[in-house]
């Protein structure tokens, strides 16, 4: 995925302090959620509120993705009565939805987390199975508290 | 066989060690290196891809050309010999339909055995290694001799326990209803099983196009037997029944081979249409059938937490869902700073995370002979699981008779669905326990249950075992995209260098 220049800039001053990996949350079945928990190792840099936030606005997103109803319903029977063609026009809902989320994950960067030190990667790239988060050491460039 | 415009290039790209006089190969690796390379060339799973990683087959795709032949063949032959007598004495609508229909079969045919099947893509290093730093903390220390239990987490799910167990192929957590293929060597979601037929796994992405085909070549058989039928009769009614099949050899000389290949299909694959619609309504896949999870033999208050709890909200749900986008990005260039994904690797880094040089070139009598020994190995700290499901399956297109095609998919599970009364190839899925039947790739046990960290040093043991023959850069050298084969490979070479 592409990555802003403040991003780039963090990869190359700062070096990869660790990662941390937040898992899907199963209990609402395969649909696609992250655990909310907060983990550990990013207590001392980021607020656990605006995290939580973050991660729920997330399943927020990929909740209306996977949403099955009349929406979802009319694109299927229009695309099986078209055998499928109708997809070499248009996107599927999830797809423009996967681009909602991108769009989100780089601006949750760009205003909050770039500036702490942390990297999220859209989970999409990973699966997506987990959000991978990236904490870059806190060095003398005045990233972290 | 294949269609091969684009087959994946095997190159030797480790050149220091690979002692193999492969000039070809070199000079072609020397081509690649300059062009930007996708995705697809280093996928660690074991498929084909075909037209620069637009579409995505299993590796054994011989009988999808079967399938393929068998209903063009009929096709044509109704369409060649029956049509023209039926447009003109009954009407011209039954060619224009049976067209339409044909036309779908072979749309969704194509779409089923083209698509990704909602393949899973590998654990990076780094996650790799998360998991086992948490795994390892959870199971605290172990003393000698102790067998660390089987990796698998608990969840709960609308109520019902459901327990996701630990690939050690793809180095993840396996998501609810997702199972590895051992065919093309993958983690499928929402798993329903490996149709040689169609050429490939079926799974989320692509459960309604194999849906659709086997209802809508149920529709065609049905359509083409009794047009065949009628037209036998108009005949007779002419000029007498024996005078019809007189006629028939020497003018229409296929069309008793018709009746008879149609004859079979229908029942096959009604059935077989019939058992998925079942499956369907109670959103259920056949691996889970098969095994009978949700039933309530198992445990009294056993029931099915992904179903919707009514029919039609189920079979919505399945056919006219969300589309999920592949999550494999098979047609993307690979990005040098980016981490790749393992193969089987011991996931403590032993190699730079590039991981794109794993492609090697191909030898399949050194493979196997690894692949055996390393098993052989490993054999007393596997459990039994019955993991070979995945590849098991009814077939969906029974064109010919049902003993040979069947012998090639071998449950493991002596138990049969509960639920398949009327399948003709139920049958013979009860005679075959012989998981080795089915093709090379099968020994006794799935690649995916050799625990992963089997560390460098208990690989050392088998290749001494086996008479020190197979040197290391012989091993190295002819990896392909086994994965198994690359995890001893890369440990040989780990010592080798040390």
């Given amino acids: 995925m592409a990555e802003t220049h403040i991003l780039q800039d963090l990869q190359h001053q700062a070096a990869i302090a660790s990662k941390v990996y937040v898992q899907r949350d199963y209990n609402s079945g395969t649909i696609c959620k992250f655990q909310t928990k907060f983990p550990s190792e990013l207590e001392s840099r980021v607020d656990k509120q605006q995290f939580e ?48 989320i991108a769009r989100f994950i780089k601006e949750q960067n760009e205003k909050i987390y770039a500036p702490l030190g942390l990297l999220l990667t859209d989970p999409i790239e990973r699966g997506p199975r987990v959000v991978e988060i990236t904490i870059f050491e806190d060095r003398s460039i005045g990233f972290g508290r | 066989m294949h269609l091969g415009l684009d087959e994946p290039v095997r190159e030797c790209q480790y050149n220091q060690i690979c002692t193999r006089n492969s000039s070809p190969m070199e000079t072609l690796s020397h081509k690649k290196k300059r062009t930007p390379r996708r995705k697809w060339q280093i996928f660690p799973g074991r498929n084909r891809f075909y037209c620069n990683g637009r579409v995505m087959m299993a590796r054994q795709t011989g009988v999808f050309y079967l399938t393929l032949v068998l209903i063009m063949v009929t096709s044509g032959l109704f369409f060649a010999f029956d049509c023209p007598f039926l447009a003109s004495n009954l009407t011209p609508a039954i060619p224009v339909i049976g067209g339409v229909l044909f036309l779908f079969v072979l749309g969704m045919l194509l779409r089923a055995s083209f698509s990704d099947p909602g393949v899973l893509p590998r654990a990076t290093p780094d996650e790799a290694a998360d998991l086992e730093r948490q795994m390892d903390a959870a199971n605290g220390s172990s003393g000698p001799g102790y067998r660390p239990p089987p990796r698998i987490r608990e969840v709960v799910i609308n109520g019902q326990t459901v327990k996701l167990k630990y690939c050690f192929t793809c180095k993840i957590f396996r998501p609810p209803r997702a199972s590895h293929c051992s065919l093309c060597d993958n983690c499928v979601e929402r798993f329903d099983h490996h149709c040689p037929w169609v050429g490939n796994c079926v799974g989320k992405r692509n459960y309604r196009f194999f849906y659709l085909f086997i209802l809508s070549l149920s529709f065609l058989t049905i359509f083409i037997f009794a047009f065949v039928i009628t037209h036998v009769i108009l005949r007779s009614n002419r000029s007498g029944f024996l005078n019809a099949l007189k006629d028939s050899p020497a003018r229409y000389p296929l069309t008793g081979r018709e009746v008879v290949v149609c004859f079979f299909s229908v029942w096959s694959i009604v ?107 490993a054999t007393p700290l596997l459990h039994s699981d019955p993991v070979m499901m995945g590849r098991a399956g009814p077939p969906p297109s029974g064109k010919t008779s049902l003993g040979g095609p069947c012998s090639s998919l071998a449950p493991s599970q002596p138990s049969l669905p509960s639920s398949m009364p009327g399948l003709g190839c139920a049958g013979d899925m009860l005679t075959l326990r012989d998981p080795d039947a089915h093709c090379h790739h099968h020994h006794f046990v799935s690649p995916e249950e050799m625990p992963s960290p089997l560390g460098p040093s208990s690989l050392v043991l088998p290749f001494a075992a086996h008479g020190g023959h197979l040197n290391p850069a012989q091993l190295y050298d002819p990896a392909s995209q086994d994965s198994l084969h690359e995890d001893s490979v890369r440990g040989l070479v780990k010592l080798s260098s040390v």
């Fill in chain 1, 53 to 100: 936030e973050t991660m729920q606005t997330l399943n927020n997103l990929y909740a209306e993705a996977e949403k099955i109803g009349g929406k979802s319903y009319l694109e299927g029977c229009l695309a099986c009565m078209t055998a499928y063609t109708i997809f070499l026009c248009m996107e599927t809902h999830y797809e423009k939805v996967l681009k909602k």
């Fill in chain 2, 271 to 377: 059935g077989l249409s019939g058992f998925h619609t079942y499956l369907i309504s109670s959103n259920q896949t056949t691996n889970e059938d098969i095994k009978g999870s949700w039933s309530t033999k198992r445990a009294k208050n056993n029931y099915n937490p992904y179903s919707y709890g009514n029919v039609l909200t189920n079979c919505c749900a399945a056919l006219c869902g969300p589309l999920h986008p592949s999550l494999i990005d098979r047609r993307g260039f690979i990005q040098p700073d980016t981490p790749q994904p393992l193969s089987h690797s011991n996931g403590s880094g032993l190699y730079p995370s590039t991981q794109n040089h794993t492609h090697m070139c191909d030898q399949e009598h050194c493979i196997q002979s690894t692949k055996f020994v390393l098993q052989a190995a």
